[in-house]
T-cell receptor, first 116, second 115 residues
Framework: DVKVTQSSRYLVKRTGEKVFLECVQD?????MFWYRQDPGLGLRLIYF???????EKGDIPEGYSVSREKKERFSLILESASTNQTSMYLC???????????????FGPGTRLTVL | AQKITQTQPGMFVQEKEAVTLDCTYDTSDQSYGLFWYKQPSSGEMIFLIYQGSYDEQNATEGRYSLNFQKARKSANLVISASQLGDSAMYFCAMREGQGYSTLTFGKGTMLLVSP
């Protein structure tokens, strides 16, 4: 069964701490994504990566960075956590686009981060 | 302008009835894809159904079907014979063009199925 795993389901951190959220996929997917989900706002893309060591900004990259040293692992980093980064964080992976194919994104279970 | 609009924040339906969740989209690309995902209270996102812009037939997957009206730029999800387990948040999403397969999501519709 295909799988995307995230390092923690729940995380509580203090303002100013450096926070690492880890995501691992076992499907050999090229693409990986980080979203945050807030009530009433849906999912918003923070960063994505289409290959090892490659990264692209999404819609809301401010305050975040990412790292992809291995194909199966994509890390989201909050350099100095702030209370407005309290949210649900979802990781996803997918194959690259092929003509007229689905290439759905597969999601991890999410990490609910609270910054105090 | 929003690229994906889901106008129904919440929907109520009785078990065994059919329900339609609305989704309209905005794109100037000729090639795009439309997705529906389900998110139960557990939080995981579950892929339900996909419609490509060049697909001439409406997509179907079991009890789920996608009512694709290209001229109206709508991609409504139809769930037939609702079940209690269908209670969840539902998100419509769009992938545009031939880029990196990023998705733009709508704000979601909460569906509650009552006995």
């Amino acid at each position: 069964d295909v799988k995307v795993t995230q390092s923690s389901r729940y995380l509580v951190k203090r303002t100013g701490e450096k926070v690492f959220l880890e995501c691992v996929q076992d499907m050999d997917h090229e693409n990986m994504f980080w979203y945050r989900q807030d009530p009433g706002l849906g999912l918003r893309l923070i960063y994505f990566s289409y290959d090892v060591k490659m990264k692209e900004k999404g819609d809301i990259p401010e305050g975040y960075s990412v790292s992809r040293e291995k194909k199966e692992r994509f890390s989201l980093i909050l350099e100095s956590a702030s209370t407005n980064q309290t949210s649900m964080y979802l990781c996803a992976s997918s194959l690259p686009i092929r003509d007229h194919t689905n290439n759905e994104q597969f999601f991890g279970p999410g990490t609910r981060l609270t910054v105090l | 302008a929003q690229k994906i609009t889901q106008t129904q924040p919440g929907m109520f339906v009785q078990e065994k009835e059919a329900v339609t969740l609305d989704c309209t989209y905005d794109t100037s690309d000729q090639s795009y894809g439309l997705f529906w995902y389900k998110q139960p209270s557990s939080g995981e996102m579950i892929f339900l159904i996909y419609q490509g812009s060049y697909d001439e037939q409406n997509a179907t997957e079991g009890r789920y079907s996608l009512n694709f009206q290209k001229a109206r730029k709508s991609a409504n999800l139809v769930i037939s014979a609702s079940q209690l387990g269908d209670s969840a948040m539902y998100f419509c999403a769009m992938r545009e063009g031939q880029g990196y397969s990023t998705l733009t999501f709508g704000k979601g519709t909460m569906l509650l199925v009552s006995p």
